[in-house]
């Protein structure tokens, strides 16, 4: 599933609490004229394996990135910085953005029914 997070400050993103697992595409978008770098974590997302930075410019989105993390890594916490390279400073009741790996639920099979062990007579 694509998730889109919107940028309106280095203290707040919509939504502001982004849930995401293991398979699910995400990208980021600034409300103009701002724009942000995104310093994520490595291990995360396909063909990351270290830490990187992600540029989101004043205008379109950021590059998407698929998500391969699988937990229990911990959630992304305080990511989006300004051009300054300065994050958020102040922590608001909700606290700084943050996205959150939630784990991947596989569905079972379901069993197939059972036969009786002896025919049904006939009538």
């Known amino acids: 599933?694509?998730?889109?997070?919107?940028?309106?400050?280095?203290?707040?993103?919509?939504?502001?609490?982004?849930?995401?697992?293991?398979?699910?595409?995400v990208r980021w978008k600034s409300t103009?004229?701002?724009?942000?770098?995104?310093?994520l974590p490595g291990g995360y997302f396909t063909g990351f394996g270290s830490a990187f930075h992600l540029p989101v410019p004043s205008t379109g989105f950021s590059a998407t990135l698929t998500v391969t993390a699988v937990p229990p890594l911990p959630n992304i916490q305080n990511y989006v910085f300004d051009?300054?390279?300065?994050?958020?400073l102040i922590t608001a009741a909700?606290?700084?953005?943050?996205v959150i790996i939630d784990s991947?639920?596989?569905?079972?099979?379901?069993?197939?029914?059972?036969?009786?062990?002896?025919?049904k007579k006939k009538k």
């Open 1 to 25: 599933m694509l998730r889109t997070i919107i940028i309106k400050s280095t203290c707040a993103t919509n939504p502001h609490h982004q849930h995401i697992k293991s398979g699910d595409t």
């Open 32 to 39: 103009p004229p701002a724009q942000y770098e995104l310093h």
């Open 83 to 88: 051009t300054n390279g300065t994050n958020c």
């Open 94 to 98: 909700d606290g700084p953005p943050d």
């Open 104 to 119: 991947t639920t596989v569905k079972k099979p379901k069993k197939p029914a059972k036969k009786p062990a002896y025919p």
